[in-house]
């Protein structure tokens, strides 16, 4: 998959900086912004996409927090 990309410097982008997120809000292009001539950032579109379900993800395993009957030697 070929992800379009468009380099601006800082200073257009600073002017234009809100039509340029509608746009890669719209296109799905990204941009990469520069400072004399070098890269500085990347603007891409956010993903839309649900993060999994945690539904089921999580095992319960009774009291895991009260202290047990049980001695316990730190040294051995």
Not at 20 to 34: M, Q, S, W, Y
Not at 54 to 62: D, F
Request: aromatic fraction near 4%; include cysteine; glycine fraction near 6%.
């Amino acid at each position: 998959m070929t992800i379009v990309q468009e380099i601006i410097p800082a200073g257009k982008f600073k002017a234009q900086c809100l039509a340029l997120l509608d746009d890669v809000a719209l296109t799905g292009k990204e941009l990469v912004i520069t400072k004399r001539g070098k890269p500085v950032a990347k603007v891409v579109p956010i993903d839309d996409e649900k993060p999994p379900s945690l539904l089921g993800s999580v095992l319960w395993e009774k009291d895991i927090v009260s202290p047990i009957d049980e001695q316990w030697d730190a040294e051995s």
